[in-house]
């Protein structure tokens, strides 16, 4: 029989079992692993370097259909002395701490926390390495198909007996690493609510008539996301061309509900101001002043050329020079250079995506994170209904989640 045992050895699994061992030796804690080693996803988190998390970690950067205030005050934690010194690190309880304790140091780039390794593979083995000092049992390879309950014990596959279950799976993004959703029917068995899952911090793609042309462009712009011509959100950040898709931190945080949208039949448009420092004003004073050059080439004096030649064959003003336009078709210029349409068609699937849209909801939860629907279960990272923004956010949930639900088994 064990005190506790932990499905999924991802992230928020670890933190769980380690913040639980850390804090009672004596606990009988196993983690359940379908892959041969812990943290395959977060082993790839961040192009392998492992953004953790975020000194902006303000709760208007995470996403749920349930409301967030429980969980305000462990997610906007502002210590952040560990990035000067390292003492009195036990009296501090933030998840960044934990990490330090369990063998990761931290560093800053920007608002951005890295290990100082700058390597997700070190996270990881810190993380083996601690697992094995506290004596967590861990068992890879395990493929959970059911989980039970009677009286006040779990059973897992007839054959695992257990006094609480915390459900640590993931969602349905990269489905490689072993996030095939399977926590989703768990938790459905035990009477809860799965909210709509979708894709989110991924890719857009779109139908535009030149985007092959713009493949391995970047660009700074102001990008304006638009359902049904209406302006939804806003954000500001380097776009990046693929042969059919834009692409970039800025359009993945505009992604979230592009998914919705599209399966809700209406219309999504990425909207992107090219020139976010001048007005359309300022755009048509300079432009004016080269009157014997083409459309194109004085386009390029401010734009990316293939950008340029893009919207030159869209207004079809390729063949022109600028004296050759009329007032009319000047303004089409400026209004093109400050309103750049995309017409989204899809997104990035759960193969590609970084993060799901959507979970199990948050309101069948206490506080501590134990389903309200069976007492002894728990729900902890991104299988419930909680996503961020990119920058760190859904790494510093999965984490702080962890510790919530670890603290509270400890209460009992």
Known sequence: MYDVTIIGAGASGVMCALALKEKDKNLKVLLLEKNDKLGKKLSITGNGRCNLGNINNDISNFNSKSDLSNFKKNLETRNFEFLNKLDNLNNLESYYDYLIRFGVLLTKEKEYLYPYSMQAVSVCKSFERCLNHLNVEIKYNYDVLNVS???????????????????????????????????YNVLKDFGHTITNLYPSLTKLKTDYKYIKDLQGVRVNAKVSLCVNEKIETKENGQVQFTSDSLSGICIFNLSRNVKKYLNENKTVKIVMDLVPDYSSFELHNYITSFPSYSVSNTLSCIISNKIAVAIAKELKFANKKMKELTDNEFDELCFALKNMYFNIIDVGDFNIAQVTNG???????????????????????????????????????AFTSAIIAANDILKR
């Not at 054959?159 to 926590?183: E, H, L, M």
């Not at 134990?370 to 760190?392: F, N, R, W």
């Open 149 to 183: 309950k009677k009286a006040d014990v779990f059973t897992i596959n007839n054959d695992i007996k257990s006094k609480f279950v915390v459900i640590a799976t993931g969602g349905k993004t990269y489905p490689k690493t072993g996030s095939t959703g399977f926590g």
């Open 359 to 397: 979970g199990a909801k948050l309101d069948e939860f206490t506080k501590g994170l134990e389903s309200t629907k069976c007492k002894g279960l728990y729900a902890i990272g991104e299988v419930l209904d909680v996503d961020g923004k990119c920058g760190g956010y859904n790494l510093s949930w």
